[in-house]
Structure formats: C-alpha cells, structure tokens
C-alpha cells in the first residue's frame, strides 16, 4: 500500500513537474511575444514620428509658398492698380485723334515751307 502512495505521489509529482515546465515554457514564450511586440511598437512610434516630422516640414514649405504667392499677388494687384483704365485710354485717344501728331512737320520741314515761300514773294 505504501508503494502505491508513493507511486501515485510520484506520478502527481511528475504530473505537476510537467505541468510547471508547460506553464514556465508558455510564460517565457508569452514573455518573448511581449517583447516583440513591445520593440515593434517602438520602431512604429519612431517611424510616426518621422513621418510628423516630415508633414510638419512640408506643411512650414506650404505655408511658405502659400505666404509667397499671396505676397505676389498682391503685388500683381497693386501693379494692377497703376494701369490705366479703359476710360483714360479713350480720353488720350480722342486728344491724339484731336491733335494728329502724324501731320505735324519738323523744324526742318517748316524752314524749308518758309525759304520757298520767302523765295517767291522775293521773285515776284
């Protein structure tokens, strides 16, 4: 009868020791998943944070350019302004239209009219 119990103590003592050994084999696995996980979660937070790095330079280029083409703009609007307007071009058009510089003479011209003229008043 002694044996039994011994026997069947050792068998539960065997049981248990296999069991301890599954349970230490599961928890050092689940240690090592854990610690996977834990490296992989930290590269992705180093690449997130790259990647913000990375929008926020291209947002400050953005916003630059952004500043930049409104500055132009506004220069262009402010160019704009100094044209003149339809308006003003038909008043110096009707002035030049008024006036045709093309039919005025130069100097030369009115000397050369004044000498035929003065030469025939002076041969008459």
Do not use: H, W
């Amino acid at each position: 009868m002694q044996t039994e119990v011994t026997q069947d103590m050792t068998y539960v003592l065997a049981d248990l020791n296999n069991r301890v050994r599954t349970l230490e084999s599961k928890y050092n696995l689940f240690g090592e998943r854990l610690l996977v996980i834990n490296q992989n979660m930290i590269e992705e937070y180093k690449k997130l944070l790259r990647e913000m790095k990375a929008i926020n330079l291209d947002m400050q280029r953005i916003k630059a350019e952004s500043a930049e083409t409104r500055a132009a703009i506004k220069n262009v609007v402010s160019e704009l302004d100094l044209f003149a307007r339809k308006e003003n071009v038909r008043v110096v058009e009707k002035y030049l239209e008024l006036l045709s510089p093309m039919n005025f003479v130069t100097e030369q011209q009115v000397e050369r009219v004044v000498e035929e003229k003065m030469g025939k008043q002076g041969v008459e």
